[in-house]
């Protein structure tokens, strides 16, 4: 059965610090991994989606990546603003549906 | 230009009442799920469905029903309240896969807050 661990489940950083947040799953078998972002009172976001057979997306200051041996994705986020604090969650796709993680909130101290 | 909408944003009702969240999506998609965000922030599936197929999760009590008047629209019906049902309530829609830039990837509504008194 599947599993997605989010950890930390929480992270508070100074304002310009580049930052990773880290996704482990435990079975390999995956059709592709999703980054999201929830912003409290609000919907989903979906920031970046990694297939099965690629290493790495990249979008503006975010940069996701795809280790499926290992069972990891990680999300780097490159001179953090204070606009970034949200909660971060990871899922994978397999036969139409994703399974998630807990999260991790994120906060960015002016 | 909303892609997925839902309605209402909030909801609050009785014990024993049967109510409805209405879900569109003008995204031309395919595939539309519910999903419900429980207290800890789990995001769970409760349904897919497309035009061929309904996909339940066997966890999902028989209270919850999911009605698709039409291709751009899945409505999550649920009757008798319980106290536990509330939670929020996400909307998705994807791309039939195989088709699209990334046929799996799942787009959101902001969420229905559902709370049973």
């Known amino acids: 059965k599947q599993e997605v661990t989010q950890i930390p489940a929480a992270l508070s950083v100074p304002e310009g610090e580049n930052l990773v947040l880290n996704c482990s799953f435990t079975?390999?078998?995956?059709?592709?991994l999703q980054w999201f972002r929830q912003d409290p009172g609000k919907g989903l976001t979906s920031l970046l989606l990694?297939?099965?057979s690629q290493r790495e997306q990249t979008s503006g200051r975010l940069n996701a990546s795809l280790d499926k041996s290992s069972g990891r994705s990680t999300l780097y986020i490159a001179a953090s603003q204070p606009g970034d604090s949200a909660t971060y969650l990871c899922?994978?796709?397999?036969?139409?549906?994703?399974?998630w993680g807990a999260g991790t909130k994120l906060i960015i101290k002016p | 230009d909303t892609a997925v909408s839902q309605t209402p944003k909030y909801l609050v009702t009785q014990m024993g009442n049967d109510k409805s969240i209405k879900c569109e999506q003008n995204?031309?998609?395919?595939?539309m799920y519910w999903y419900k965000q429980d207290s800890k922030k789990f995001l769970k599936i409760m349904f897919s469905?497309?035009?061929?197929?309904?996909?339940i999760n066997e966890t999902v009590p028989n209270r919850f029903s999911p009605k698709s008047p039409d291709k751009a629209h899945l409505n999550l019906h649920i009757n008798s309240l319980e106290l536990g049902d509330s939670a929020v309530y996400f909307c998705?829609?994807?791309?039939?896969?195989?088709?699209?830039?990334?046929?799996?990837?799942?787009?959101f509504g902001p969420g229905t807050r559902l709370t049973v008194t």
């Open positions: 079975d390999s078998a995956i059709y592709n």
């Open positions: 998705a829609s994807s791309q039939v896969p195989g088709q699209g830039r990334n046929p799996y990837e799942q787009y």
């Open positions: 899922a994978l796709y397999s036969n139409y549906q994703l399974i």
């Open positions: 990694i297939q099965s």
């Open positions: 469905y497309n035009n061929k197929e309904l996909i």
């Open positions: 995204l031309g998609h395919d595939t």
